[in-house]
Nanobody, 123 residues
Framework: QVQLVESGGGLVQPGGSLRLSCAAS????????IGWFRRAPGKEREGVSC????????YYLDSVKGRFTVSRDNAKNTVYLQMNSLKPEDTAVYYC????????????????WGQGIQVTVSS
């Protein structure tokens, strides 16, 4: 059984921080790339970040560079997205997704998805 479970979302004020977790089970996490995506109301889904498997390369959406950090803890089978200096435009449902080996831009390429978790940035 392959499963990705997200946690750590919630409400935070602008400029605040939040850490999302993606706990994986049913597959060997070090063999898979983990991507983070988000969808805001009325907007298209967009890729936020990704960490690859083979070389650990990191990728970020331009608008989150310098503010978000993706990391992997293989011992815990968990990937994290640390979000700092949050802005109202970061408000969205965030998803983690997995595919074998390497990151990809298109979300449809990812085989496994978490359930999504709400992040709201507001005063």
């Amino acid at each position: 059984q392959v499963q990705l479970v997200e946690s750590g979302g919630g409400l935070v004020q602008p400029g605040g921080s939040l850490r999302l977790s993606c706990a994986a089970s049913g597959f060997t996490l070090p063999d898979y790339a983990i991507g983070w995506f988000r969808r805001a109301p009325g907007k298209e889904r967009e890729g936020v970040s990704c960490i690859s498997s083979s070389d650990g390369s990191l990728y970020y959406l331009d608008s989150v560079k310098g503010r978000f950090t993706v990391s992997r803890d293989n011992a815990k089978n968990t990937v994290y997205l640390q979000m700092n200096s949050l802005k109202p435009e970061d408000t969205a449902v965030y998803y983690c997704a997995s595919r074998l080996d390497w990151c990809a831009r298109a979300g449809r390429i990812y085989a496994y998805w978490g359930q999504g978790i709400q992040v709201t940035v507001s005063s």
